[in-house]
């Protein structure tokens, strides 16, 4: 068996050790005689294996005892509806900043509910870079404050946390979570779906400061009031149990890696070389301003877009997988989440250097 080079998206590259352990696990979890996929989530075993899993998200994050962590379902996108529904407590808007296609996706939902204020935006400079704290038109009578810190397609990470005062700032976190460490005290909501950073598809994690909750919109389903998840320990009905669990195992990984500290000097190293080589080359270009480049999600565009194909066709070859840009920018994306390797990075690069070279 050959592991490629996987630089997907999402969903994404697993750290190998944890795929070997749960396969290792598979048919007899701990001796029980069952996989955990089998069990009831109610049982002691997953209960466990759950609260275990929780812990070492707070304690990877440093998450205050006042935030609640809740593993959910329906992706980031149900939190696109969630979160207003849950937060805008009486108030009669909300602010969102727009950096691209992530965020354009929550204001369009947010506006179901809401008067959506558009804070800033650099559409006009086609999500080259992110509005500076400057720039933010902040409304002090919203409900909160809106913001995607990574845009996983255009490959635009904020370099600062928006200071918003008493308002509190939400954050779509999906493609950077646990890329670095954050302060969680800084935010009202931080959301993510799992299937980058944090595990398989079919989980969603939020972390809510729990003053928050509790007070939701008229005829909200019961299934999107946080308050409700909350209190039943993200149990009010069955979770994605196998998804939680592979999230635990990712968890445990991650502390080996020196937890968030450890992981981001390693992203930022893995980052440096890609962008480097980027740079580096008149044949291969990123658009976005330096300080906002993502150390997550890498669009690049050769010289010559006649050439996407063969060098698509020739990564795959090599053994690169995952690398056309999403189809609405066009282009290269090369993926480099925590559990893609800087061995892998390096594969990358040798094979832009020799693309160009004989194809260039
Ligand atoms: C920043 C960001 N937000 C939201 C989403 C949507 O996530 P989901 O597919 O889990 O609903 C994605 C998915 O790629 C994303 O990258």
């Known amino acids: 068996m050959t592991r490629k080079h996987n630089f997907s998206a999402g969903p994404a590259a697993l750290p190998q050790s944890v795929l070997a352990r749960a396969q290792e696990e598979m048919l007899d979890w701990h001796g029980k005689g069952l996989s955990i996929m089998e069990m009831s989530h109610r049982s002691q075993e997953f209960v466990s294996v759950a609260e275990t899993a929780e812990q070492d998200l707070r304690d990877l994050l440093d998450i205050p005892a006042n935030y609640k962590v809740l593993f959910l379902q329906g992706g980031a996108t149900s939190q696109f509806g969630m979160v207003p529904m849950n937060l805008l407590r009486g108030a009669a808007a909300a602010d969102y900043i727009d950096t691209g296609i992530w965020s354009g996706k929550a204001i369009e939902e ?111 389903p019961t299934m999107f009031d946080y308050q409700v998840h909350a209190a039943a320990d993200s149990m009010n009905n069955t979770p994605p149990t196998f998804a939680w669990y592979m999230t635990g195992l990712v968890f445990k990984w991650l502390k080996e890696q020196g937890g968030v500290e450890g992981i981001a000097r390693i992203n930022a190293r893995k980052a440096e070389r890609l962008y480097g080589a980027i740079d580096g080359s008149d044949f291969y270009a990123n658009p976005i301003a330096p300080a906002n480049r993502s150390i997550m999600n890498v669009p690049f565009t050769l010289a010559d877009s006649a050439l996407d194909k063969l060098f698509l066709e020739r990564a795959e070859a090599a053994g690169l997988l995952n690398l056309k840009g999403h189809r609405s920018v066009g282009g290269m994306r090369a993926s480099i989440y925590n559990a893609v390797s800087e061995e892998s990075v390096e594969a990358l690069v040798a094979f832009m250097q020799e693309f160009e070279r004989t194809a260039g």
Do not use: C, W
Not at 187 to 201: C, E, F, H, R, S
């Open 110 to 220: 947010a506006s179901r509910y809401t008067q959506v204020g558009l804070v800033a935006s650099s559409k006009d400079e086609h999500y080259t870079r992110v509005p500076a704290q400057a720039e933010l038109k902040l409304n002090p009578a919203a409900a909160y404050v809106h913001y995607t810190s990574n845009e996983t397609i255009g490959g635009l990470e904020f370099d600062y946390v928006p200071e918003t005062g008493e308002v509190p700032l939400v954050v779509d976190m999906s493609s950077d979570i646990l890329a670095r460490p954050i302060d969680v005290s800084r935010y009202g909501l931080i959301y993510a779906g799992a299937q980058k950073n944090i595990g398989p598809a079919g989980l969603t994690v939020v972390i809510v400061r729990d003053d928050l909750i509790g007070n939701t919109l008229a005829g909200t």
